[in-house]
Structures are given as C-alpha cells and as structure tokens.
C-alpha cells in the first residue's frame, strides 16, 4: 500500500469537509493464469495486488453527497433520491451505479462525503474499476453498518458495471479485489464461486507486469465474437456451459463449425485444465512449472483464441528468450494492455532494462513496467 497515497487522500478530506471516519483500501487485481475461461463457468486464478484505490468516507451534514477524484481532479455532487446515469465514459458511473445498487437493497442511505485516489496505472488491465467499487461499497456499508456479507457486496460492485458502466462484466475481478489475501492466489471456480487460497512462493521470483500500451480498436468487438463463438458451440452441444463439455464432445461437432472456432473451443477446454495443473504445480512449490503453464496459456491465447497482437506476442517471446523468466503470458482481454511475467530476482533487473530498450526499438513507442506483490483485499485502514 502506498503510504503517500494514503496522506494525500486524508489530507484533501480533511481540507474538503473536516476528519474522515473511515479509510479504505481496495486493491486491483492480476490474473495468474485461466483467460476468457470465467464466462464459460471455468476455472481462473486471480489475486489482489499492492497497488489499488485508497479511498476516505464521512457522514455528511448538508442535504447532498459529494465525492472527490483526485486522479481525475474532478468531483461528483449527488441527491441520492435522484440518482441518474451519465451518459458518458466516467468514473462517475461507477460511483452512482454502487449507490444505485446498495439502495435497491437497504433504502435510500444517508448523505455522505468521499475522497479517493489511486496508484494502478491506468488502462493497464488491473481492474481499478472493480477495485473502486468494492472501496464505495465496503465503505458504505461498514459507514452506516449495512451489514452486508462481502459476497453480498461484490455483487452490488458487478450489477453497478452492468446497469450503470453497461459492462456485462463476469465476477472474477470484484471477487480477487475482495477475498484476496497476501502472497496467495486465489483458485477460483466461476461456477459455483468456491474458491481456494493457494500460497504463491515469491521467495526466488517476483512479479513484472509489463504495459504494451497499446489497446487495439478491435478489442471490444472481438471480446464480444469470443464470447458468441462460445455460445454457439454449447448451443450445438445442448450444453449450459463449455465447463460441462468433454474433448470427445467437442469433437463430435467438428465437421459443423469451422476450423478457427474448433480452435476457440479447444482453448477454453485446455486452458481451464492449465488452471488445474497450476493449482497442482503451487502446491508442490514447482515454480518452474507454473512458468511453463504460462507459456502455453499465451500459445494457446494467441494461435487458437487469437486474442493476442503483435505487442504482445513480442514482449512474451522476448520474455522466453531471457534466462531470468521462468513464465509469461498476455492477461486480460486482449488486443493490448499487459503481459505477465514470472521472473527470477537476481535476473530481473537487467531483464527489465533489456526488454525496454527491445520494445522501444521494434515499436517505437515505451512500454511500462511494474513490479507487484500479491496483497490482501479490501479493507479498513
């Protein structure tokens, strides 16, 4: 957690509106590995990490609800007897969608005040939305002691992005924000939403997300095929979900589908075993083989769900030329955004000079790196 964050934040409440009476922190999140496999009822591996929104709340005395983004400069005034969506790209959206929600379920709350900001760079992939939503609505509820369970609460975080951000976004990113815990991943079965913390050992490796920074224009509308692909071929299957098909039943469909979407289903099945073999491999304190797992998950992301791009596939093949990366992978939807890179630490430094230069080289444009730790979810300060 960043400590300067924190005192900037306290400081711009006590400016606004006098002392807080919370303090948050609500991380972002990393997926180790399991990718598109989360709206097939699959298997995916996520954690929080140690960077995320820090967020003060107090009760309000006025007869309005104002909230302060520091990153955005920018503020929010709201009647919460009122509330509306906006129809533009905003964080605001966010904010009134989690208000929206908690009030469908407990009343119209009381008028409150709120500051945030945050250290997850932006468009990296890392999930600063779910991470400010799980903020507004764990500091809500413990504020006016809503008494929400906190499953109760990443619910209301994921039906605010559907009705208010209009993304039909699956559950993973709220639940890692939440349920996460230090220097564990979180096995986590999108089905049945049981999951399982398994220790991560770091002692010999760190973490480097690498930022491409680019986020190809195709990205949203070739999530959108993916996840119709998959439709399709369950509907052949009188099938609910892809979770619930076989190899051999895959098979027996072949000749009806075409050979790119013969591949996507083949993915998905592969890949949710890759998760399965990850959780094996942790448990046996076997990093080498995690790594491995992440260098066919990519293969597999960009040769058969072709969700990768040139960027990307760069930065992971440089990435498996280095002797200092055991593993890595694109993460996330695609198209752009971050790889993820499992990386020796007496390596890692000169690994994250080379690859720069590299990338700045082939592209002409910089990449961004940044080193995580694995971290608890939201919490009270």
């Given at each position: ?16 509106f ?12 990393i ?15 996520p ?12 009760k ?15 503020r ?38 709120c ?9 990296s992939?890392?999930?600063?939305s ?20 906190k499953?109760?609460?990443?619910h ?14 699956g ?16 096995f986590?079965?999108?089905k ?23 986020k ?5 509308s070739?999530y ?13 299957l ?9 190899y ?39 990093m ?94």
């Amino acid at each position: 957690m960043n400590n300067d964050l924190v005192s900037l934040v306290k400081n711009r409440f006590r400016k606004s509106f006098g002392n807080e009476d919370i303090l948050v922190f609500s991380p972002g999140r990393i997926n180790l590995i399991g990718e598109h496999t989360d709206y097939n009822n699959g298997y995916v591996f996520p954690a929080a990490i140690d960077k995320g929104i820090i967020m003060a709340l107090g009760k309000s005395n006025t007869n309005r609800s104002t909230i302060i983004s520091v990153d955005m400069n920018d503020r929010l005034e709201l009647f919460l007897k009122d509330l509306k969506r906006i129809e533009a790209n905003t964080w605001k959206n966010y904010i009134i969608g989690v208000i929206a929600e908690i009030q469908k379920k407990r009343g119209t709350l009381l008028n409150f005040n709120c500051v945030f900001a945050g250290d997850i760079p932006v468009g990296s992939g890392l999930s600063s939305s779910a991470a400010l939503e799980n903020a507004l609505v764990f500091g809500c509820n413990t504020l006016f002691n809503l008494k929400f369970d906190k499953m109760e609460l990443i619910h209301i975080s994921q039906k605010a992005e559907h009705n208010f951000v209009g993304v039909n976004c699956g559950i993973m990113d709220q639940f890692a924000s939440m349920f996460g815990e230090a220097d564990k991943a979180l096995f986590l079965d999108c089905k049945t939403l049981q999951s399982e913390s398994v220790a991560v050992n770091m002692d010999e490796f760190e973490i480097i997300l690498i930022n491409s920074n680019v986020k190809h224009a195709l990205a949203e509308s070739a999530y959108n095929d993916r996840y119709a692909v998959c439709q399709k071929l369950i509907k052949l299957l009188n099938k609910t979900s892809l979770r619930e098909v076989s190899y051999e039943e895959l098979d027996t469909i072949k000749t009806k589908i075409s050979e790119p979407d013969y591949r996507k289903g083949l993915y998905v099945l592969q890949e949710n075993d890759r998760v399965l073999q990850c959780r094996e491999a942790l448990e046996d304190n076997n990093m080498k083989k995690v790594g491995a797992f992440l260098f066919q998950s990519h293969k597999g992301q960009s040769e058969m769900y072709e969700i990768s791009c040139d960027e990307l596939d760069f930065l992971v093949n440089e990435a498996k030329l280095n002797d200092a990366v055991i593993g890595a992978r694109m993460m996330g939807g695609g198209f752009g955004g971050c790889t993820i890179n499992l990386v020796t630490k007496n390596g890692s430094e000169y690994f994250q000079k080379k690859i720069a230069v590299s990338y700045k080289k082939q592209f002409k444009k910089d990449c961004s790196i940044y080193k995580v730790k694995l971290s608890d979810g939201t919490r009270l300060i």
